[in-house]
């Protein structure tokens, strides 16, 4: 929020204002400086996708059972980068957009912003206050909220209600010509905690481990936290190691020629499939399993995770239709022809 706003709001006239509308507004901006103070907006990297969304070859008019949405609900769906193509079949399925205006139906502002643009409009918050960088959401196709997100929607009585609508692996990478081929998940730990230092000290090069990190609450780096470290600490990462232009540019430092066998990150196997290739990265299995679809649903990888349709709880607006029917037989068709692995049996 930029202060100039804030003190233009503070300083109009009572005659003009209620004293109640003062006090929420002044609430309002309380509440969203604490929301800042520990989640820093950062700019919306969607256009690092590196691979057009372009409807698959086997692509094909479904039957949705009379469901439909207008191009008008679109702008109240927001999300992470990973769940993109999610909402392109369905503008594609449910309005017949083509792939050269795809772009007018996807707004997703990755996943910590799409929080906090579903936060902050379910806060209602007071009309002639400006908010830079909030967009009315009301719809997320996201990866799981943080434990930070969470205990802040709960400050302000928001709770989310979140259902798995896509499975994925959380994958970690490293450059190709690494000669590693799998860790397993306690020298992922062991790496991530400073315990391990070197390749060689599971089974590569004698070399430097160069471990790449996210910012907080971006997606990759909330599933790192509480699915992959659970109760053990993160090491605080190296200068020019957190890397903050979103997954596509976790991906790149792990590519880099420079770093070669010594880089090592994480990210999501559908959007490194998917949305952004690139030939020099290498995904390693853990504990010698790979993340396949087959063992995403029985569980067997270690790492096994999913995107979620949320919302706040008590939304009733038309919009929360959509988040029923994507978890629908038929909404699942879709989430299976955007080239997701479905939560139920019958999708593969």
Known sequence: MKEDNIKRFRLLPISIISIGAIILASEAVNMISAYRGHHKLVPDKTANINVM?????????LDLGGFTLY??????????????????????????????????YVDHNTTGNAYYNLLMTAQEMPHGVEYASYKTKKLLFATEPSIDEIKEAAEVGVEYEVTPVALDGFVFITHKDNPVDSLTVQQIKDIYSGEITNWKEVGGNDCEIIPYQRERNSGSQTAMEQLVMKDIELMEPKEGYRISSGMGGLVEAVAEYENRTSSLGYTYYYYLNNLYRNDDIKVLKIDGI????????????PFATAYYVVTAKGDDSELMKLKDFIVSDKGQEIVKMAGYCTVNESGE
Not at 84 to 95: D, K, M, N
Not at 290 to 301: I, M
């Open 71 to 104: 191009k008008s609900d679109f702008k109240y769906i927001d999300g992470s980068t990973a769940t993109i193509p999610i909402t392109a079949e369905l503008a594609r399925q449910c309005c017949g957009a083509s792939d050269d205006d795809i772009d007018e």
């Open 53 to 61: 969304l372009t409807r698959p070859d086997n692509w094909e008019k």
């Open 290 to 301: 790979s993340p396949d679809n087959e063992n995403l649903r029985n569980k067997s990888y």
